[in-house]
């Protein structure tokens, strides 16, 4: 499983980085792309907050919870035996990888970075490829956590030993 969590971090980490070269040399700050009307363009911002630009002007705090954040999907992929979880958490760190990158190494100043958004949601906010690693990342997580389904792909038994599944089946 540990494969599998390694190649959807890696890839989500490389094209998250590569569509942000490409929207620096391509788009021009403030100008708006459109793509499907209103609802979809690109716009280049670089954004010193968080999600839909929260905490803005504190990007060593965002910094910093990046790293914890990145440290505790580390430590949970060292438990990980299901292909579900390997592929939620590889998508996460892929996410905060990417973006932790950006606050890092990007302008203004090493760990005061501001992240490169470029994809503009109807002006409701502007995102990249790492925000929609992390939002795709968090619901499988969410989804394996009301499916009770553990780290290691199993389902915990009720007292009498069986699973909702097998409940269900009889019914």
Same mark, same amino acid.
């Given at each position: 499983?540990?494969?599998?969590?390694?190649?959807?971090? @890696?890839? *989500? +980490? %490389?094209?998250?980085?590569? !569509?942000?070269?490409?929207?620096?040399? =391509? /788009?021009?700050? &403030?100008?708006?792309?459109?793509?499907?009307?209103?609802?979809?363009?690109?716009?280049?911002?670089?954004?010193?907050?968080?999600?839909?630009?929260?905490?803005?002007?504190?990007?060593? @705090?965002? *910094? +910093? %919870?990046?790293?914890?954040? !990145?440290?505790?999907?580390?430590?949970? =992929? /060292?438990?990980? &035996?299901?292909?579900?979880?390997?592929?939620?958490?590889?998508?996460?760190?892929?996410?905060?990888?990417?973006?932790?990158?950006?606050?890092?190494?990007?302008?203004?100043?090493?760990?005061?970075?501001?992240? %490169?958004?470029?994809?503009?949601?109807?002006?409701?906010?502007?995102?990249?490829?790492?925000?929609?690693?992390?939002?795709?990342?968090?619901?499988?997580?969410?989804?394996?956590?009301?499916?009770?389904?553990g780290l290691d792909g199993s389902r915990p038994q009720h007292a009498a030993g069986r699973h909702d599944d097998e409940e269900q089946a009889d019914e």
């Amino acid at each position: 499983m540990l494969r599998w969590y390694v190649i959807a971090a @890696v890839v *989500t +980490l %490389v094209l998250d980085q590569a !569509t942000k070269v490409w929207a620096l040399g =391509a /788009l021009t700050d &403030g100008r708006v792309v459109p793509l499907v009307g209103d609802v979809l363009s690109l716009r280049l911002i670089r954004n010193s907050g968080a999600a839909f630009s929260i905490g803005d002007d504190m990007t060593w @705090v965002m *910094t +910093l %919870v990046a790293v914890g954040v !990145t440290l505790a999907i580390l430590w949970a =992929a /060292l438990r990980v &035996g299901s292909g579900r979880w390997a592929l939620s958490l590889g998508l996460l760190l892929g996410g905060s990888l990417g973006n932790l990158y950006d606050r890092f190494f990007r302008d203004p100043a090493p760990l005061h970075g501001h992240v %490169v958004d470029f994809i503009d949601y109807g002006g409701l906010f502007v995102g990249n490829i790492a925000d929609i690693a992390i939002v795709g990342g968090a619901a499988v997580l969410v989804w394996l956590t009301f499916a009770n389904i553990g780290l290691d792909g199993s389902r915990p038994q009720h007292a009498a030993g069986r699973h909702d599944d097998e409940e269900q089946a009889d019914e």
